[in-house]
């Protein structure tokens, strides 16, 4: 999960240059502080295309109980290659979804080197296992 690695390495870098702006001298990245961010462990941003509109509830219920961020798109949007952003992962339902859609999720994918899961049906017991299997 290199992905997480880099949140990390970013979330300290971010916190040793508000730290420099404090001080003056050269910003030092300690164990401890790695440590800390360790622990807090970072969420997984996740981001599922497809899927029924009245379960877009559950959809975010359920990566909530895996300790995952969740964006849902049911339908297609103008700027959707815009809104994923770069999460750790992507689902593809591929029952209820466009071409259009799979198309710009693949091409972000390749773009921003997520990983792309794709599912046929939409449920909710499909989802957990899919997180099950990939989630932190």
Do not use: W
Request: proline share 1%; charged share 25%.
């Amino acid at each position: 999960y290199n992905h997480f690695y880099l949140k990390v390495f970013k979330i300290i870098t971010v916190q040793s240059r508000r730290q420099s702006h404090k001080k003056t001298g050269s910003p030092e990245i300690g164990s401890e502080q790695l440590r800390n961010v360790l622990r807090r462990r970072i969420a997984m941003s996740v981001v599922i295309i497809g899927g029924h509109d009245r379960m877009v509830c559950q959809y975010k219920k359920i990566c909530k109980s895996h300790k995952c961020k969740a964006k849902v798109f049911t339908q297609m949007s103008a700027d959707l290659d815009k809104q994923i952003g770069d999460p750790d992962l992507c689902i593809l339902f591929t029952n209820t979804v466009s071409h259009k859609m799979v198309r710009c999720a693949v091409d972000e994918a390749e773009k921003k080197k997520f990983k792309i899961v794709r599912c046929h049906t939409s449920s909710g017991s499909a989802l957990e296992g899919i997180l099950l299997e990939h989630a932190v």
